[in-house]
């Protein structure tokens, strides 16, 4: 069975600092991977998604993860936070060829003045 | 266009009592699925439709879960005889089947039972 860690349920930044959200999974075969983001209220939104090709993906809002096979990780990444940032992320893997989700527990994302 | 949509967006009833929960996918996609979002957790897979038959629903925690989706595109979520435990948010999402793996989520009803 297919499991997914997200390391720390809250992470606090300042204003302009570098985000790092870690995900770690468990999987025979590498997977296919995603990042959500959950604000307050609404449902998930996809923020950036790995299935094939290239190791680096960006996905919105100037967010990005780099697919990691030796680490069996999928960190989420962005430059410089912004307070619109702030919310819940969810790391998620689902097996190739099959479409259901395994979720990690999330991490919430604190972004300070 | 619109997205997914979930009907009611909050639920409360009382313990034993029966509840459906409605889930209206993106119009076209094939692929509809259910997850469960217990406080301070992840969702959590319950069942997933491939037109109007369930593909998978080894996620349903027992017999008194139990989902429909008869012309392939609303589905209903039907619990009976409901239990504290069973309280969470419900998440609906819908896919487009043809393979790009993105699964576009709904707001999810908040279920209480009382």
């Known amino acids: 069975a297919q499991s997914v860690t997200q390391l720390g349920s809250h992470v606090s930044v300042s204003e302009g600092a570098l985000v790092l959200l870690r995900c770690n999974y468990s999987?025979?075969?590498?997977?296919?991977l995603f990042w959500y983001v959950q604000y307050p209220n609404q449902g998930l939104q996809l923020l950036l998604k790995?299935?094939?090709?290239?190791?680096l993906v960006k996905g919105i809002n100037g967010f990005e993860a780099e697919f990691k096979k030796s680490e069996t990780s999928f960190h989420l990444t962005k430059p410089s936070a912004h307070m619109s940032d702030a919310a819940e992320y969810f790391c998620a893997v689902s097996p190739r060829g099959y479409s259901t989700l395994t979720f990690g527990k999330g991490t919430m994302l604190l972004v300070s003045p | 266009g619109a997205g997914v949509s979930q009907t009611p967006s909050n639920k409360v009833t009382e313990k034993g009592k029966y509840v459906e929960l409605r889930c209206d996918p993106i119009?076209?996609?094939?692929?509809l699925y259910w997850y469960r979002q217990s406080l301070g957790q992840g969702p959590e897979f319950l069942i997933y439709?491939?037109?109007?038959?369930?593909?998978?629903d080894s996620g349903l925690p027992n017999d008194r879960f139990f989902a429909v989706r008869p012309e392939g595109s609303v589905s209903t979520l039907k619990i009976q005889r409901t239990e504290r435990g069973d309280s969470a948010v419900y998440l609906c999402a819908s896919s487009s089947g043809t393979g790009d793996y993105e699964q576009y989520f709904g707001p999810g009803t908040r279920l209480t039972v009382t």
């Open positions: 119009s076209g996609h094939t692929a």
């Open positions: 439709f491939q037109g109007t038959g369930a593909a998978d």
């Open positions: 999987s025979s075969v590498p997977p296919y």
């Open positions: 790995y299935t094939t090709g290239a190791t």
